[in-house]
């Protein structure tokens, strides 16, 4: 039976009719035509689909959409670069060339929105280990700890 | 895949949460993290006709200090758990182990709750438990009992529980004066499922003799198992060098006979069974050592 739920994205609230069964990544994607996370493998090994539920970041393919009833989930979409186009994390993959394919970027931005709020300044191996939750089949991951120590920079440049 | 259909509850209580059990008894399931159920729903592996969705139940989230043990509710996220002061200084062991589960993503959903009742025998948990002698609290909506984890654990993905019970908190009692612990893994990656992993905790008298011995391994059984060979052999002997290479002989051939599977062989498990034998045993020794001296 379906059930109502009320979820807010990126900052806009949505009113949806749910099956239960219904994945959040689904919801995003075929819901509300939020493409921008990716579905790699649908049980929690990629990393692709991660999101960001009430600011920390999940496996949107681990999560039914009715479990976000009441939620705020935050997708790459809402990446906010304020004057500039790009999010400085954004900027920094941009720069250091830290995607190919881009298909995994999504899930590894995600990731790394709270994990540099959290810790700004991030040494190369708390940057590995946090990216050990996502699979990029194409870069070889050197550029990705490149592009995310730029994006380090450029964060903590802006706010200073 | 896409998970077969079933119906969602989301009750905001305990006992409305059993209740919902025991009307719907073997055909609901509760759901925890959901990072092991949804991923064999995904797969239909397993199909629920009902999820009993614990998240909102916030009695569950706990983590408290009682007799000098801690004590954990069943939803106690596994990043929680890991961050805990209280975990630290309390049960050392879990704290060091912890970031061993998975990826920080998958922590920030999956509970300590879930991953016990889940039984995997690659899981660090259900190891740590039987390690430091935990005890389940499971209840049902006639029955409340306690299970020491040992007890727990019954084989491949099973425990002690019925269909309509619940585990609702587990107990870790604080380690004896003198104490030494330590937990380590192989694995293909960091974050992902050991090929081999083992908890070690080591007591020693006012001689510097092993007085206890607790060596228990995940990924090479049907669950937790523990080396009771190599910890017989340990005790009442100085802990050098020697004696921990025997035990760590005996544990690797006589206590584990692992089975192979696409990540790795039994041979290879065999050896790491050894391998990790002889540093966990190593650290806790020393920390023992060093406890002791204080
Ligand atoms: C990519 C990936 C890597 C992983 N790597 C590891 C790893 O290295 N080590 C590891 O240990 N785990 C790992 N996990 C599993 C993870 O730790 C899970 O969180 C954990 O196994 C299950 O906890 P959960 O809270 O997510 O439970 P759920 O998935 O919600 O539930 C698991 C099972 O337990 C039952 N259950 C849940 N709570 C209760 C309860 N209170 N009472 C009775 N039954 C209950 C459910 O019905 C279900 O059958 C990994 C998962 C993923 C997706
Ligand atoms: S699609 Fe969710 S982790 Fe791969
Ligand atoms: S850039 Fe192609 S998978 Fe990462």
Redesign the pocket.
């Known amino acids: 039976m379906d059930q109502t739920i009320t979820v807010t994205v990126n900052g806009r609230e949505y009113e949806c009719s749910v099956e239960p069964r219904l994945l959040l990544?689904d919801f995003l994607r075929h819901e509300i035509g939020l493409t921008g996370t990716h579905?790699?493998?649908?049980?929690?090994?990629?990393?692709?689909?991660t999101v960001l539920v009430d600011n920390e970041a999940v496996?949107?393919?681990?999560l039914f959409a009715v479990q976000t009833n009441g939620r705020e989930v935050a997708t790459v979409e809402g990446l906010d670069g304020g004057a500039q186009a790009l999010h400085p994390i954004q900027h920094g993959f941009w720069e250091r060339h830290g995607l190919q394919c881009g298909f995994c970027t999504p899930g590894i931005l995600m990731s790394l929105v709270p994990f540099l709020q959290e810790n700004p300044n991030p040494t190369e191996e708390e940057i590995r280990d946090l990216l050990s939750g996502n699979i990029c089949r194409c870069t070889g991951y050197q550029k990705i700890v490149e592009a995310v120590q730029l994006g380090a920079r450029l964060i903590q440049e802006k706010s200073s | 895949m896409k998970p077969a259909a079933f119906d969602y509850f989301a009750p905001g209580t305990l006992d409305e949460a059993l209740g919902l059990l025991a009307d719907y008894g073997g055909d609901a399931k509760p759901l925890a993290g959901g990072q092991s159920l949804v991923p064999t729903m995904n797969f239909r592996l397993a199909q629920p006709a009902v999820l009993v969705d614990l998240n909102g139940i916030d009695e569950l989230f706990f983590i408290r200090e009682e007799d000098g043990g801690l004590r954990c509710g069943a939803m106690t996220r596994q990043r929680s758990v890991e961050r805990s002061p209280l975990v630290q200084r309390i049960s050392p062991l879990l704290y060091e182990a912890m970031p061993h589960i998975a990826h920080s993503q998958i922590r920030n959903r999956g509970t300590i709750g879930g991953s016990l009742a889940h039984a995997d025998p690659a899981a660090e948990l259900p190891v740590l438990a039987v390690a430091l002698d935990a005890r389940m609290y499971v209840r049902s909506v006639t029955d409340a009992r306690w299970v020491a984890a040992r007890d727990f654990y019954v084989g491949l993905f099973a425990t002690a529980m019925l269909p309509d019970e619940m585990l609702v908190e587990v107990a870790f009692p604080a380690l004896p004066p003198g104490s030494g612990w330590a937990f380590d893994e192989v694995a293909r990656q960091h974050g992902n499922y050991a090929m081999c992993g083992a908890a070690a905790v080591v007591g020693l008298d006012g001689r510097g003799v092993v007085e206890r011995a607790r060596l228990v391994y995940l990924s090479v059984g049907e669950g937790p198992v523990e080396a009771e060979q190599a910890e017989a052999l340990l005790v009442g002997e100085q802990p050098n060098a020697e004696a921990i290479r025997a035990a760590a002989e005996t544990a690797a051939t006589q206590d584990v006979d692992p089975v192979g599977d696409i990540h790795a062989g039994p041979a290879f498990r065999r050896h790491l069974s050894r391998v990790i034998a002889e540093r966990v045993l190593t650290r806790a020794i020393e920390r023992a050592t060093e406890a002791n001296r204080q």
């Open positions: 990544s579905v790699g493998c649908e049980h929690g090994v990629c990393g692709a689909c496996r949107s393919c681990l």
